[in-house]
């Protein structure tokens, strides 16, 4: 399981959580601004470093996030769950939370606050349910026609050789 959290407070409820309810053989690696000091579980603490943390989402079963958009995206892609616990009172991360949870409703669950049923959830969604799969197939398939054909919303095919998303 990948973590990555604005703030320090879900990490260490994280730290609380698998120090009452142990997963043996998973491993969670956490990233933050500052690692925690110590942890008492098997939660092992990162600074934030994309190194690092790139290596370990490749090879994710699972993902807890603040809510931002590009782990969310890449992680659905890949079929891999997501937990997003939206950092308190931090609009934009509501906001994508609730998209993501509807529009990828197999893949990932939403919640204000880190509890051991939901990580139960994370590391026991099967991930290769048919509407899991098609969720995953649909994400990147739009990403593929965005790529190609550019998006409407931002005013329609990319001119030859320009960047589509620019």
């Not at 931090?90 to 529009?103: D, I, P, R, T």
């Not at 998006?151 to 589509?164: E, Q, R, T, V, Y």
Request: aromatic residues 6%.
């Amino acid at each position: 399981i990948l973590c990555y959290f604005l703030v320090q407070t879900n990490a260490k409820t994280l730290d609380e959580i698998l120090l009452k309810n142990p997963m043996p053989g998973i491993e969670v690696h956490c990233f933050t601004s500052k690692p925690l000091e110590t942890t008492r579980s098997q939660l092992q603490s990162h600074q934030k470093q994309r190194k690092l943390f790139t290596e370990l989402f490749a090879k994710c079963t699972g993902v807890i996030v603040s809510a931002g958009n590009e782990t969310i995206w890449e992680a659905v892609c890949r079929g891999v769950p997501v937990l997003a616990i939206p950092t308190e009172g931090h609009g934009e991360q509501l906001l994508n939370a609730a998209v993501h949870a509807s529009n990828f409703p197999s893949l990932v669950r939403t919640r204000p606050k880190l509890r051991f049923n939901d990580l139960s959830w994370l590391v026991n969604v099967d991930k290769f349910s048919t509407e899991a799969r098609n969720e995953s197939a649909d994400l990147r398939s739009k990403v593929t026609t965005l790529l190609e054909q550019g998006s409407p919303l931002l005013g329609g095919p990319p001119a030859k050789g320009a960047d589509p998303l620019v």
